[in-house]
């Protein structure tokens, strides 16, 4: 099993850093020579991919984040509504689905018993459903009418990190490809996120190069009895993930919030030394939410929280109000939390590790949950 590992502690350990490989796996092979994105693998006609006026992600865990980090991306490149829903939920209220529906069902084993029931229940109403899974044999992509596969490799650690970063990057090339087959954008507009997206890798691992620091207050804070994450925009879904990380592999009470909703009833939990993650939206967005993020920022600071900052590398306007930062590389605002994520899954697990607790098999949780 040491030898598996690659030389670090745990297969978490190991996953986080495969993070960089995850992303350009999943990339490759996806564009032409022409740098034009080429999926081939949508086997769905391109006639009922048009007609699509609904697009529902169903997940379960860690992918369902993932999916809640795509609906901003493809509303915003194909103007067509998508909606995320836990796929346990979506089985049982009796949704909206019809022939112009495409599900898009997203999970790393392709074995979550709820996702598949969803894309029974979905196909069952005449919808169309596309999987984003990791394992190739599994029986989600089997049962859906087209599958995408990410290229994360096989993921051991329980919970799901460089699977997540995977989905994320697979989500965007389906968002981009319908974006350019609807009409709603010019190849050359796709080639240029798609040469974003291929910078991607290089910045995961500029971030995984100052992971020492965050490991550093990690152990510092191995007592902390509870941690909140603040995120907007496509930062909210990151904060989500961050509170479920440190849930699943420290058994810390973390919640994580919109920034926005804040005033509506997350301060009421700020005393002082509270610990406050807030992932800032980059200074340089062109409908920016940075300086929105920065006043959350001083509000709970005025409290007395431990405010501890995910922000990008030149925004200086974070520093009065933090107790710490971590800086990620610049990137556009979509692709942010391909980035800023890492800092929230390499403080987890170097927590829980400081708690002596076994980051790869957490208690009560199962790698893949194939019972409803
Ligand atoms: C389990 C795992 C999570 C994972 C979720 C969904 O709860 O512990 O890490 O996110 O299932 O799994 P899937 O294989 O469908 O992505």
């Not at 599994?138 to 460089?162: F, N």
């Not at 990151?238 to 699943?248: D, I, Q, Y």
Request: net charge negative.
């Amino acid at each position: 099993a040491a030898a598996e590992k690659g030389g670090f502690r745990s297969f978490m350990d190991k996953e986080i850093h495969d993070q960089p490989h995850a992303v350009a796996d999943t990339l490759l092979g996806r564009t032409d020579v022409r740098g034009r994105l080429v999926l081939d693998e949508v086997r769905i006609s391109e006639d009922v991919l048009r007609a699509v006026d609904k697009i529902v992600v169903v997940a379960c865990g860690t992918a369902a984040y993932a999916g809640h980090v795509a609906k901003y991306a493809i509303e915003h490149w194909c103007r067509v509504p998508v909606e995320v829903e836990l796929a346990h939920e979506f089985r049982y209220r009796d949704p909206v689905v019809n022939a112009r529906t495409l599900v898009v069902a997203i999970s790393q084993s392709g074995e979550t018993m709820d996702t598949l029931m969803a894309v029974r229940h979905a196909r069952e109403q005449g919808a169309t459903a596309l999987a984003i899974v990791n394992t190739h044999g599994s029986t989600i992509p089997r049962e859906s009418d087209a599958v995408l596969y990410t290229h994360a490799g096989p993921e051991i650690a329980v919970a799901s990190t460089k699977a997540f970063l995977a989905q994320i990057t697979a989500t965007y090339l389906l968002g981009l490809y319908l974006a350019q087959l609807r009409g709603n954008m010019f190849a050359d507009e796709v080639e240029t996120i798609l040469a974003e997206l291929r910078a991607m890798p290089d910045k995961i691992q500029t971030v995984l190069d100052r992971s020492a620091r965050v490991q550093e207050i990690a152990r510092w804070m191995a007592d902390t009895p509870s941690v909140l994450f603040l995120g907007r925009h496509v930062g909210y879904p990151v904060a989500l993930e961050g509170a479920l990380k440190l849930k699943e592999l420290a058994y810390i009470h973390a919640e994580g919030f919109a920034a926005g909703e804040l005033k509506h009833g997350p301060i009421a939990l700020v005393e002082p030394g509270q610990p406050v993650f807030v992932v800032v939206p980059s200074p340089r967005g062109r409908h920016s939410l940075h300086a929105k993020v920065v006043s959350n920022i001083q509000e709970i600071r005025a409290r007395g929280a431990r405010t501890i900052v995910i922000a990008e590398d030149g925004d200086e306007a974070v520093v009065p109000f933090a107790d710490e930062v971590f800086r990620v590389p610049q990137a556009p605002t979509l692709l942010a939390p391909l980035l800023s994520v890492v800092p929230l899954q390499v403080f987890a697990c170097e927590l829980a590790t400081a708690k002596g607790l076994d980051v790869d098999q957490p208690r009560n949780l199962a790698k893949s949950v194939t019972v409803e």
